[in-house]
């Protein structure tokens, strides 16, 4: 592992099911993730996704990389922009990519990743730490 080293890019598509089972498991019931109407009537454009399933997605890119999730030791994010999930089969797709950005002195690598919707990023600075 070297720092530049790239991930593979990874894709992925968020659905309005998904939302629904998400907010099951996460028991996160806010009606801007599944209500349309209620979301339009807060001042959003359509229903958004969670932002902890967005972040737990784009992890993927991570764990996927590495092969063994027990290697990942952190993992942050601030949240800056939504993920607006239609009412339609094909959902929203994210975009991660990500890269190798230092190694620590303590024997770990911090991953920097970027992660988009619609070409603009939806999450600010996210990190990930990694036992190589």
């Known amino acids: 592992m070297n720092v530049g ?4 890019p990874l894709q992925v598509r968020l ?7 998400y907010a099951g498991a996460s028991l996160d019931f806010n009606p801007i993730h599944w209500n349309e109407r209620f979301a339009t009537g807060v001042g959003l454009p359509d229903v958004i996704a969670h932002g902890m399933l967005t972040m ?8 996927d990389w590495l ?5 990942l ?3 942050s994010a601030r949240f800056t922009r939504p993920v607006v999930v239609p009412d339609h089969d094909e959902g929203a797709l994210v975009e ?3 890269k190798v950005g230092a190694l620590t002195d303590d024997g770990l690598a911090r991953v920097d990743l ?3 919707f619609e070409g603009r990023t939806v999450l ?3 990190q990930a730490l990694v036992r190589p």
Do not use: C, N, W, Y
């Open 67 to 71: 092969g063994d999730p027990a290697r």
């Open 15 to 21: 659905t309005r099911d998904q939302l629904v089972r």
């Open 124 to 126: 600010g600075k996210p």
């Open 114 to 116: 970027v992660v988009k």
């Open 56 to 63: 737990a997605l784009s992890g993927r890119i991570v764990t």
């Open 73 to 75: 030791v952190d993992f």
């Open 96 to 98: 991660v990519t990500g």
């Open 5 to 8: 080293d790239e991930l593979p």
